[in-house]
């Protein structure tokens, strides 16, 4: 699907992603390019990913983080099929013991 997503434009966002240094960079720059909703869901996946990464089942998930089973089946999805991104960037923040 990423190879759908790319072309220049893209190209330039995601360097100038990775442009960034610091965490207030990150966070000044995602909340111009991102409504409040839409980092929430962001937040909301990304920790959804971590929990069954380390095991946790659907029901223990929803109690914990109230994402609905939905939004849950759609990371486990992006786990097992998808192009790896949740697992590289948790593996990275385990190795450098930011998480």
Known sequence: MIDKLRNEQMDILVRGILSLQTPDDCYAFLEDLCTV???K????????ARMLLDGMQYSEIVGKTGASTATISRVNRALMYGADGYEKVIRKLKEEQDL
């Open 37 to 39: 909703s839409e980092l």
């Open 41 to 48: 869901s962001m937040e909301q996946r990304f920790t959804v």
